[in-house]
């Protein structure tokens, strides 16, 4: 079992950053998967970005070149920086764990978090 708390969200208007952490715990050894995932209102949720144990990121194309995901295994946190925001980001977003291989963007059999809520306004 492992928890997750994420922090960082906020309001912003276009253009701006944020950095989204989420601090893991109850489980001593790495993680081989870990994510971000958003759901917008009246949206499905989606992935963003994930990072595997070998540290190589992934991401959708809505988001490259203005996020990046990073994690510190001795604090055993991830992060998510956000960089020249959209309204279009506007979502609860979600810190997510997942011991299952390969890494995949499936919602399923994951570990959540409760949720930061980034509103980016125009």
């Known amino acids: 079992q492992v928890e997750l708390v994420e922090s960082g969200g906020g309001s912003v208007q276009a253009g701006g950053s944020l950095r989204l952490s989420c601090a893991y715990y109850g489980y001593a050894y790495g993680i081989p998967c870990m994510a971000w995932f958003r759901q917008a209102p009246g949206k499905e949720r989606e992935g963003v970005a994930m990072?595997?144990?070998?540290?190589?990121?992934a991401y959708i194309d809505a988001v490259k070149g203005r996020f990046t995901i990073s994690q510190d295994n001795a604090k055993n946190t991830l992060y998510l920086q956000m960089n020249s925001l959209k309204p279009e980001d506007t979502a609860m977003y979600y810190c997510v764990a997942d011991f299952h291989l390969p890494c995949n963007w499936s919602p399923l059999g994951k570990y959540w978090g409760p949720g930061t809520q980034v509103s980016v306004s125009s």
């Open positions: 990072i595997d144990s070998d540290n190589s990121p």
